[in-house]
């Protein structure tokens, strides 16, 4: 293939989109769909779940039917029982849906044409079109030839009746996974090496999640795909860039077979991101030995790992809308994924206070017995979400970091004589600390200024540090994960060993955190900005009696958009 792989920023990537000025052209008055409805389709195999990779393919897919005001058709590329399930099945649509994709009744499965595609392929075998070929793998391999020699099948000449015969006897199921195959036959000399001969049809005995022991024999993607397409009356197949040298056989396919239509196979750059693996075999093997917890573990790319984490629908699609539709492999930023994430939840995440690191503050001067209220906003971006109440009394929790007996240049939180700004409530001034027998500070002590409520200063004296709080009398506990990249390296998918660079610090669990206790009657689904700490959400595992919460990404961006 003459594209290349490279590296990008990843900020408006996409300088328009090529796919949709190939339909514009295609259903043009004099275009080779003209007068069609653009019909598209998206056929994952039921063998894993889905991730960020597949969130890209569904957009263009879906995006591209709704922009033309066409269809979209889910379809579950079953053609090979080895791994698929039901289990894929349901996790793929309810992922779609997720993203605010919908189908609706055109919902099917490669399994649904198998006695068509049988049917098909015997008529290619009629009409001198495929064999039955005995190479094993091994021997296809040694004889598919080079640029300067052709290919080689002792069995390519076999007489038509015989080929019908020995397929009939492999779909009976006479004989053993691969003794035999059946193969197309095109051009053993091709330079497109998908041209030699390809297998149409390979013999499996695994019961398959729809058709049980039916079928011993399945066909290749190759083979299925564009019949699939098709029958469904698809216009067009938009594919990822590794089917380019594909699109040939795609063509044959639909040239040789007994469909009337003729469905157009267009390629685009898969999606690739840093710091994290998007091959399913390696998904597989992080699920199945127990390095994660599973597929929706948060730090998975999977898009089931992804909603548990708290990435939103809304920061998903417009990463894939804003990395565009190319013809060249890249790789993507993570950082830019979460970039997008932190604008969507800049606009909807609730504001609340929480402790992740807590220390007692005791205010001396402030009275043992009181308590008052402050409101606190939901969200400064949008005023009509209202306020919360919070409760402040003589002792609050307080982030560790927040105090320091001896400050650092530059360190503007509390240190014995320094006055900090508790938010929405008073102004304090350090007066000391207590510290445990291996001296690490359990108290900080300091006196509050009654004229400074809301933390305003009457006299007009600068404080230039403000911190966040949590009222030890009225406060819940909870548990708390922070995430970082699951693997210590940019590209994981080039190490001989991925397994050999996985992070282990990429999960840090804070079990003793303190946070509002509203938390505990809010709405599950509900994103949260813990103040200066970042934006959380409540884990699945998560009870009013034991609340957990995920932090889908912390509020530093380091991400750097590309200057136009």
């Known amino acids: 293939m003459s594209e290349t792989n490279e590296t990008r920023p990843a900020e408006e990537t996409g300088s328009g989109n090529f796919i949709h000025t190939f339909i514009t052209e295609d259903i043009a008055k004099n ?3 003209a007068g069609q409805r653009v019909h598209t389709r998206f056929p994952p195999e039921p063998n894993g779940y889905l991730h960020i990779g597949h969130a890209k393919a569904i957009c263009v897919d879906f995006g591209t039917a709704e922009k033309f005001c066409g269809l979209c058709n889910l379809r579950m590329d079953d053609t090979n029982p080895t791994k698929e399930g039901t289990e894929y099945v349901n996790a793929i649509q309810e992922d779609i849906h997720w993203l605010g994709f919908d189908w609706g009744s055109r919902f099917h499965y490669a399994s649904d044409y198998f006695d068509t595609m049988y049917e098909l392929a015997v008529k290619l075998i009629q009409k001198s079109l495929a064999y039955v070929c005995e190479l094993t793998p091994e021997q296809m391999h040694e004889n598919r030839g080079d640029l300067t020699h ?32 059946l193969r197309a036959k095109i051009d053993l000399t091709s330079g497109n090496f998908n041209l030699r001969d390809p297998v149409l049809y390979r013999i499996n005995h695994m019961p398959h999640h729809r058709t049980g022991g039916k079928w011993c024999i399945y066909p290749m993607y190759d083979f299925a795909h564009p019949i699939e397409d098709a029958i469904e009356g698809i216009t067009h197949s938009l594919c990822t860039l590794e089917f380019e040298d594909h699109r040939p056989l795609y063509e044959w396919v639909i040239n040789n077979i007994d469909l009337p239509a003729k469905p157009r196979q267009i390629e685009f750059a898969r999606l690739g991101i840093n710091n994290t693996v998007m091959s399913k075999r390696k998904l597989r093997k ?13 730090r998975m790319p999977t898009l089931c790992g992804l909603r548990r984490r708290g990435f939103t629908p809304a920061s998903i699609r417009t990463f894939c809308e804003r990395i565009g539709v190319s013809k060249v492999n890249s790789t993507v930023e993570y950082g830019f994924l979460e970039h997008c994430l932190r604008e969507d939840l800049n606009q909807t995440a609730q504001r609340t206070m929480a402790v992740l690191h807590p220390i007692k503050l005791v205010l001396t001067n402030y009275p043992a017995d009181k308590t008052e209220t402050f409101e606190m906003e939901n969200n400064p971006e949008r005023p009509q979400d209202g306020s919360h109440t919070v409760t402040f009394s003589r002792e609050l929790w307080i982030e560790a970091g927040d105090f320091l007996e001896m400050p650092v240049k530059g360190y503007r939180r509390l240190f014995p004589g320094n006055e900090v700004r508790l938010k929405a409530a008073y102004i304090v001034r350090c007066t000391g600390c207590e510290k445990a027998e291996d001296g690490s500070v359990t108290t900080v002590y300091a006196e509050y200024d009654p ?29 708390i994960h922070l995430y970082g990249s699951l693997f210590t390296v940019p590209e994981p998918e080039q190490e001989d060993d991925f397994l050999k660079v996985l992070n282990p610090s990429s999960l840090e669990v804070l079990p003793n955190c303190k946070v509002e206790p509203t938390l505990q009657q809010a709405d599950a689904k509900t994103p949260f900005q813990f103040m200066r700490e970042g934006y959380f959400c409540f884990d699945k595992d998560s009870t009013p009696q034991h609340m957990v919460f995920n932090r889908s990404v912390s509020l530093k961006d380091s991400f750097k958009p590309r200057k136009k």
């Open 31 to 33: 275009g080779r769909f």
């Open 150 to 181: 052709p290919a080689v099948s002792p069995y390519r000449d076999r007489p038509t009746a015989e080929n019908l015969d020995l397929f009939a006897r492999m779909k009976a199921g006479e004989f053993e996974d691969g003794r035999m195959t």
């Open 286 to 298: 992080l699920v199945e030995g127990n390095y994660v917890t599973g597929w929706d573990d948060p």
């Open 451 to 479: 004229a400074t409520r809301g933390g305003d200063t009457p006299d007009g004296r600068k404080v230039r540090g403000t911190i966040h709080w949590v009222d030890a009398k009225n406060c819940a506990d909870a548990e």
